[in-house]
């Protein structure tokens, strides 16, 4: 697998042997909080329980920050900063499949486009790093159209693209292999069925019978006469020298 850029800004991974960028997104810090969590009056809101995760995630808890950042989504299934940092919290996991979907949730559901496009980056190393490539070059090519300018993403986009043409190329190998094999065994059949096969004997049970007759009497012929040299050359004398 390729190398993937890292860090960005907000919080972006990136593929296989790259680092993702992964810090978790403080609503009041990154955009205003008004337009993205409702004010809550209670240590339960989503804003206090994304804090929360927040701080456990900065202690390597992560276990700890994902149920926060769980809590926090099911309050406000829309918020996009909750889906986010959940995100980051799942790939920090290896739950690279969980991590895409929170990334697209939060991309789906942000009404801000550098968010969005973020997003898109993470879910597309979060992808990426599931094995998924069409998956992450599909979250790539969303992202350059929100920010043409992120380098990072075209690089990863470019790196991809050529991992997929390397795998459709080695796939045709394979198939063509394939193909010459079962040719190969089709031809070895063919060949087999135009081979004669031994005829089973058609004779009656008369004929075989009168077939050993001729055998044992041609035999019994044939020691007869042995039997007749035999006695021939016993009856005449020896020569006289």
Same mark, same amino acid.
């Given at each position: ?10 919080? &972006? ?37 994304? #804090? ?7 202690? &390597? ?31 920090? &996991?290896?739950n ?8 697209? #949730? ?15 980056y993470?879910?597309?190393v979060?992808?990426?790093?599931g ?22 993403? #075209? ?16 796939q ?13 065994? &089709? ?55």
């Amino acid at each position: 697998m390729f190398i993937i850029n890292y860090y960005k800004a907000l919080t &972006k991974p990136c593929l296989a042997a790259c680092s993702p960028k992964i810090a978790p997104c403080l609503a009041a810090a990154l955009f205003p909080l008004a337009a993205l969590l409702p004010m809550a009056a209670t240590a339960q809101s989503p804003d206090a329980l994304i #804090r929360s995760g927040n701080r456990y995630y900065k202690q &390597k808890q992560l276990d700890q920050s994902q149920k926060q950042y769980e809590e926090a989504v099911r309050q406000a299934p829309n918020n996009p900063t909750a889906h986010y940092n959940l995100g980051n919290a799942q790939f920090r &996991k290896n739950n690279f499949d969980n991590a895409a979907n929170s990334y697209d #949730r939060a991309s789906a559901d942000s009404p801000d486009s550098a968010f969005k496009e973020k997003g898109l980056y993470n879910q597309g190393v979060a992808l990426v790093k599931g094995q998924k490539l069409q998956g992450s070059i599909d979250a790539w090519k969303s992202a350059l159209k929100i920010d043409p300018s992120d380098t990072e993403a #075209r690089e990863n986009l470019q790196k991809a693209l050529l991992e997929l043409k390397q795998q459709q190329q080695q796939q045709q190998q394979k198939d063509q292999k394939d193909k010459k094999e079962q040719k190969d065994k &089709k031809d070895q059949k063919d060949q087999q069925k135009e081979q004669p096969k031994p005829q089973p004997s058609k004779l009656t049970k008369q004929q075989v019978e009168q077939l050993l007759k001729a055998l044992q009497q041609k035999e019994k012929d044939v020691q007869d006469k042995m039997n007749q040299n035999k006695q021939r050359s016993l009856s005449q004398p020896d020569k006289d020298w």
